[in-house]
């Protein structure tokens, strides 16, 4: 069975702070990887996903990730933040029978300007 | 260019009584999925349709169903409701039977008293 473990429950940051939110999954065979935005009142967006090649993988507003294998982790990066990325963030897998995403349970970003 | 849609936004239900949920997808997408979020977890998935056939389930009781139409929108249908099947339920569409390009809705925010 496939989970995903996201480290932190709230992170409150000051603007123009850097940001890392982790992720680790467990799967054992081909795993799809992905991290959805929720901002508040608005429906779940798609930041970044990685498939295949390159581990380091870019996204939209300046955020990217990191795919470590070894360490099935895939970490959410953002040099700086702005006040407008407070929201909730998610990390998620889809495995080989590719019908279902498996979610964390999701880490709360507060910005403050 | 439309998203995708879901109706209602917002409903109550009693204890015991059935819901129905209803979801749009994308034009062109065949493929529709339907997650349960409880406030403060992650999406956890319930069906996936592509091609009008189910295609996955996850944990969830008989009491749930859903079904996809020929025009590709489909329903989710819970049978009598308990306090804890409030949660917002969202719909996801994409084009094939992965995420590599899946689309969220809004949701439907059910409350069950």
């Known amino acids: 069975a496939q989970s995903v473990s996201q480290h932190n429950h709230h992170v409150i940051l000051s603007e123009a702070a850097s940001l890392e939110l982790g992720c680790n999954y467990s799967y054992g065979g081909t795993v799809n990887l992905f991290w959805y935005v929720q901002y508040p009142g608005q429906h779940l967006q798609l930041l970044l996903k990685y498939f295949s090649g390159d581990p380091l993988v870019k996204g939209i507003k300046g955020f990217e990730a990191e795919f470590i294998k070894s360490k099935f982790s895939f970490n959410l990066r953002k040099p700086s933040v702005q006040w407008s990325d407070t929201a909730e963030y998610f990390c998620?897998?889809?495995?080989?029978?590719?019908?279902?995403?498996?979610f964390g349970k999701g880490t709360l970003l507060t910005v403050n300007p | 260019d439309a998203g995708v849609t879901q109706s209602p936004t917002h409903l109550i239900k009693t204890r015991g009584q059935q819901v129905t949920l209803r979801c749009s997808p994308i034009s062109g997408h065949k493929s529709v999925s339907w997650y349960q979020q409880v406030l403060g977890q992650g999406p956890q998935f319930i069906f996936q349709?592509?091609?009008?056939?189910?295609?996955g389930r996850g944990n969830f009781p008989d009491r749930f169903s859903a079904r996809q139409f020929p025009n590709y929108s489909s329903e989710l249908n819970v049978n009598a409701l308990l306090l804890g099947d409030s949660a917002l339920y969202l719909c996801a569409s994409s084009f094939s039977q992965g995420y590599a390009e899946a689309f969220f809705g809004q949701g439907t925010r059910l409350t069950v008293v």
């Open positions: 998620a897998v889809s495995g080989g029978s590719n019908y279902k995403l498996t």
């Open positions: 349709y592509y091609e009008k056939e189910e295609r």
